[in-house]
């Protein structure tokens, strides 16, 4: 069993396909691809990065490539019918060790917001965490004011632990305090079997 922080060659992202999305492996050449996207202010008004051009672009995918190195696993989210990316996700703070991990760094395009992107991309993320990695914990925190963000954790299923106040200092010089929800390996067979009874509702029948 490996602790967080070991070789880059553990904490590889695997390519993960659902139904109507891919995540896969963030990489340099998903560049072109994320600038049709990733420049709207709304994306990142919670966020403790804000990336308005190709620099900056270039700057964050360098920053989560090189963070692999300490348990952060960095996808592209694709719609599949368009092969087009529509966001980015990660598994942070990886710890083989213990089994925890969390979701995090998730955008998605403000027009997808809402839709099945992101429960799908959950439950993939998800699936992978508790069922191929054999992971105890998963956890989520989220801006305070991000309420929409906290309305959509909650109907994963996840369970609200606390909040750290004062938490992080935003790039406008504002003060986050961070609120805290994890889903357990106990918890995730009846998450899961949720996630799909969505998906399912929301798919259009045959």
């Not at 139904?19 to 919670?46: K, M, N």
């Not at 799908?120 to 801006?143: C, I, M, P, S």
Request: hydrophobic share 40%; glycine share 6%.
């Amino acid at each position: 069993m490996l602790d967080r922080g070991d070789a880059t060659d553990d904490n590889r992202s695997p390519l993960l396909d659902g139904e109507t999305l891919r995540l896969e492996p963030l990489s340099r050449d998903h560049l072109c691809g994320l600038e049709q996207v990733a420049f709207e202010d709304s994306i990142w008004r919670y966020m403790l990065v804000r990336v308005r051009n190709r620099s900056e672009l270039e700057a964050w995918i360098e920053s989560a490539l090189a963070a692999q190195a300490t348990g952060q696993i960095p996808w592209v989210t694709i719609l599949k019918a368009e092969n087009r990316i529509v966001g980015s996700t990660r598994l942070i703070d990886l710890d083989r060790r213990h089994r925890t991990a969390e979701i995090g760094h998730t955008w998605i395009s403000p027009r997808l917001q809402g839709a099945s992107v992101n429960p799908e991309a959950k439950l993939l993320q998800l699936r992978y965490a508790f069922e191929d990695l054999g992971l105890n914990r998963v956890a989520f925190k989220t801006h305070h004011e991000n309420l929409q963000s906290q309305a959509a954790i909650r109907k994963l299923g996840a369970v609200y632990e606390g909040t750290f106040r004062n938490h992080y200092v935003m790039p406008d010089g504002s003060l986050r305090h961070s609120l805290w929800f994890s889903i357990t390996r106990e918890e995730w067979p009846q998450v899961r079997s949720r996630l799909e009874d969505r998906l399912r509702a929301g798919r259009p029948s045959a």
